[in-house]
Each structure stands twice: as C-alpha cells, then as structure tokens.
C-alpha cells in the first residue's frame, strides 16, 4: 500500500512538473508567436494529457493489478492539484462546472493511459 501511495505521488509530481514547465514554455512562446484562442486551447490540452500519460507511467511500473483504476485516480489528483496550481498563479479561486469534465476527462485519460501501457508491457 505505502509503494502504491509514494507512486500516486511521484506520479503527480511528475506530471504537474511536465505541466507546468510546459506552460511556462508555451508562454513565452506565444509571447513570440500569434496563436488564436482555439490552438492555445488545444495545445493546452494536448500538454495535459501527455502529462497525464507520463504520470501514468510511472504508477503503471508500481502496480500489479487495476492499473486502469490507479490510472484514473492519477487523472483526478492531478486535475485537483493542477487546479489550484493554477489558481494560485491566476489569484483566482472558481470552482465551476468545468473542473467536474475536466476531472472526468483527465481520469478518462488516466484509464486509457494505464491501459495502453499494460497493452505495450504485454508485447
């Protein structure tokens, strides 16, 4: 049980990191470069999961079974925790319908994620 906590939180540190250094990054690019509201989004997300899954990893490498389940509750600790990460840097504090789909997305993602890396473990 301890390896499988110290996991969940090396796992969401991992991928809070990835994260965040990402944003930052994806900041000053668009400081440089003009991008539209749609492509910040979708960059945005995109960094999200890739997070997520490298998260994942390193549960998937800890964990004999329900590695889907340990995926998904990966999807959600980091969703929460990025969440007030970025409240903090933003100052602002809302929690709206939004961070219920995006929780549900991130621990679809985290399933997913887990399910791919056993798939590959398997080959």
Do not use: C, P
């Not at 969401?12 to 250094?21: E, Q, R």
């Not at 390193?58 to 889907?68: D, F, G, Y």
């Amino acid at each position: 049980m301890k390896n499988i906590v110290s996991a969940h939180i090396r796992g969401a540190i991992y991928a809070l990191a990835l994260t965040v250094s990402g944003i930052f990054g994806f900041a000053i690019l668009l400081k440089y470069v003009g991008l539209g509201g749609g492509a910040v989004t979708a960059i945005t997300q995109a960094l999200k999961a890739i997070s997520i899954f490298f998260g994942v990893m390193v549960i998937v490498k800890n964990v004999a079974k329900r590695a889907w389940l340990h995926g998904g509750i990966l999807g959600v600790i980091y969703t929460a925790a990025i969440f007030l990460i970025l409240s903090v840097i933003d100052k602002g504090f809302n929690l709206t319908e939004g961070f219920i789909f995006e929780s549900a997305f991130a621990g679809v993602l985290g399933i997913v994620s887990a399910m791919l890396l056993r798939l590959r473990k398997r080959a």
